[in-house]
């Protein structure tokens, strides 16, 4: 699995992952289990703003 932080054309900050994780890591929804595209991590970037991400393989953790 892997993490970006991206930057809009709007200045706002997203996450968006990839990969496999079979406890729900991606964060794309909870029965996505496996994706082959970037996809938009499921949270309000209107509202939080990630300032740190921690990856592992069994979770992960982005402090706002």
């Known amino acids: 699995m892997a993490l970006i932080m ?3 054309n709007t200045d706002e900050i997203q ?3 990839i990969g496999k ?3 729900g890591a991606l964060g794309q929804g909870g ?3 496996e994706s082959k ?3 938009k ?6 509202v939080i703003k ?4 921690s990856l ?3 979770h992960v953790m982005a402090i706002d």
């Open 56 to 58: 592992f393989s069994s």
């Open 31 to 33: 029965l996505i289990k």
């Open 50 to 53: 990630f300032t740190e991400i």
């Open 21 to 23: 994780n079979e406890s």
């Open 37 to 39: 595209v970037f996809g």
């Open 41 to 46: 991590v499921s949270y309000d970037s209107s």
């Open 15 to 17: 996450l968006w992952s």
């Open 6 to 8: 991206i930057k809009t």
